[in-house]
């Protein structure tokens, strides 16, 4: 069974930095891609990043780019989301998704991914 735990979120003041991480077990994913999405109640979840494992491409979101990372490590099946000068709208629920195969797909799509976590809250003060 394929499992997607995300651990690091917390609250922050503006300006701070947190690091997320997503641990997959159950299956590996280096033949796909892997994402980080975000959702504040009552919004639809919305791309914040992705990589490509093969070749580590990855893709940001306008909101987030330069102020995040997205990386990860292999041997322990490990995605992360380094997360610099944090904004007050950066507060959201966290997800982290996987997709099996690297195809081509658009990865800014919710529908592209085939797993799942069940999502960190990170909170940015004022």
Not at 9 to 21: H, I, K, M
Not at 33 to 38: H, K
Request: charged share 15%; hydrophobic share 35%; glycine share 12%.
């Amino acid at each position: 069974q394929v499992q997607l735990v995300e651990s690091g979120g917390g609250l922050v003041q503006a300006g701070g930095s947190l690091r997320l991480s997503c641990a997959a077990s159950g299956r590996t994913f280096s033949s796909g891609a892997m994402g980080w999405f975000r959702q504040i109640p009552g919004k639809e979840r919305e791309f914040v990043a992705a990589i490509k494992w093969s070749g580590g491409t990855t893709y940001y979101a306008d909101s987030v780019k330069g102020r995040f990372t997205i990386s990860g490590d292999n041997a322990k099946n490990t995605l992360y989301l380094h997360m610099n000068s944090l904004k007050p709208e950066d507060t959201a629920v966290y997800f982290c998704a996987a997709r099996r195969l690297n195809n081509g797909v658009n990865l800014k799509l919710i529908s592209v991914y085939d797993y799942w976590g069940q999502g960190t809250q990170v909170t940015v003060s004022s």
